[in-house]
């Protein structure tokens, strides 16, 4: 997990969801504990993909529960994809 | 009732010409349907994708789609109008994210329902049911005073009762796993529409549990009661009424030793709304199966205008026939 990566995502989930920085951990959950709506997961990748400059799978991107899975799922897009 | 359901409602998408757009225009499985369509004067479709591949997928599988209107959502000069209309709609979002969205197909397709330049989508031949419901939810929204989409299926039920065949409605048995009181009463409202809407025939809406009127005390009775009380509240046109077991809803005979008070639903019901996906989606299938019924659907509602979905395991004629219920719903009333 690189620190930059993991920075940008929780700062680009804080401005999507409405959460401050500091509260947003790896483990925590989209839905159930950042209050997402479960429709919104679309646009947080498509958020994702605008500041990586990625292309992501939506059904792999589905299967992203918490915020230390997007950021290992961005960073494996980013390896395979530069 | 003769005619096979499916000559019938054909027949109806013909008057209507509705124009359906699909999203996943590079399979060769959406091609033949949108040709077929097309040919038969069924619906006019619009087909998204790579125009490229779009050409090769066609001739490959001899697809005649000359005359049908193609667009590229990748390259479309219509992305920075979606992508304000969609800014528009959903606070916080940014023009270059919603720039990125408009260029899937699905989301594509869906802002041209909403921006009323097709009639309907229909969509998920190659992708997850949830990503019909997220470019639909979002990008054409729910209609007014429902919380969540759901589904409904209907039924053919051979010989019923010993009489003819007969059309019931199951709700919801692929979308909502464990709806509140709220969304459940929403389902049976939108249920009742989604039968009118099809079949042309008045819907009676019986909620179901396994306590008739009150012969069974447990939370989850508490949960089809309360629905059973906000739907009637929400001013349908048709008799709902709950809580009621599946025979009390479905058997004369048997509501009338079951149910003391007046009701116009009970031993009459025609669509059934099931407390939970659990027991809508078992229901159905055993319906299908042990009774030999012909399951249509299931259908999509709760949107403000009409979208489906596809199984991935879906073939020619699946999608012709989804096409032909989206158009019928965009239709409107009989």
Redesign the interface.
């Known amino acids: 997990m690189t620190d930059s990566v993991k920075t940008r995502l929780i700062k680009i989930v804080s401005?999507?969801l409405?959460v401050p920085v500091e509260e947003i951990k790896p483990e925590h959950r989209f839905v159930e504990d950042l209050d997402a709506e479960s429709?919104?997961?679309?646009?947080l990748m498509?958020?994702f993909?605008?500041e990586f400059d990625i292309e992501m799978d939506?059904?792999e991107a589905?299967e992203v529960k918490t915020v230390g899975e997007a950021i290992e799922f961005v960073e494996k897009c980013i390896r395979e994809q530069k | 009732m003769s005619e096979d359901i499916f000559t019938r409602l054909e027949n109806r998408a013909k008057e209507i010409g509705a124009r359906i757009v699909f999203p996943e225009g590079e399979d060769d499985r959406i091609l033949r349907a949108a040709a077929a369509l097309d040919k038969n004067g069924i619906a006019k479709p619009i087909i998204l994708g790579d125009p490229a591949k779009i050409e090769s997928a066609a001739s490959a599988c001899g697809a005649d789609i000359s005359g049908i209107p193609t667009a590229f959502p990748k390259e479309s000069d219509r992305l920075e109008e979606m992508a304000e209309a969609y800014c528009a709609m959903?606070s916080?979002?940014?023009e270059?994210?919603?720039l990125?969205?408009m260029k899937?197909p699905l989301?594509f397709g869906a802002m041209m329902v909403r921006m009323c330049e097709a009639d309907g989508m229909v969509g998920g031949a190659s992708?997850?049911t949830?990503?019909v419901?997220?470019?639909a939810?979002?990008a054409i929204g729910y209609e007014e005073g429902v919380p969540c989409p759901s589904s409904v299926m209907l039924m053919k039920i051979p010989r019923f009762l010993g009489g003819g065949d007969k059309f019931i409605a199951f709700a919801d048995p692929a979308v909502t796993v464990d709806p509140s009181p709220e969304e459940l009463a929403a389902i049976a409202v939108q249920s009742g529409c989604t039968f009118r809407r099809i079949l042309g025939e008045e819907p009676v809406v019986a909620l179901l549990s396994f306590s008739s009127k009150g012969s069974a005390a447990h939370a989850h009775v508490d949960k089809v009661k309360k629905a059973t009380e906000l739907a009637r509240g929400m001013g349908a046109d048709f008799p709902i009424d709950g809580e009621f077991q599946a025979d009390a809803a479905l058997v004369p005979r048997v509501a009338a030793r079951k149910i003391k008070e007046e009701s116009e639903v009970a031993g009459r019901a025609n669509v059934l709304v099931f407390p939970d996906l659990n027991s809508a989606n078992i229901a159905y299938k055993l319906t299908q199966y042990l009774a030999g019924a012909r399951a249509i659907g299931p259908i999509l509602q709760g949107f403000r205008k009409p979208v489906n979905d596809l199984s991935r395991g879906c073939t020619v004629d699946d999608i012709v026939q989804v096409a032909i219920l989206t158009s019928v719903i965009a239709g409107g009333a009989h």
């Open positions: 401005e999507t409405e429709i919104q997961s679309i646009e498509a958020a993909e605008e939506e059904d589905m | 959903r916080r979002m940014k270059k994210i919603a990125r969205l899937k989301f992708c997850a949830t990503s419901l997220q470019a939810g979002l």
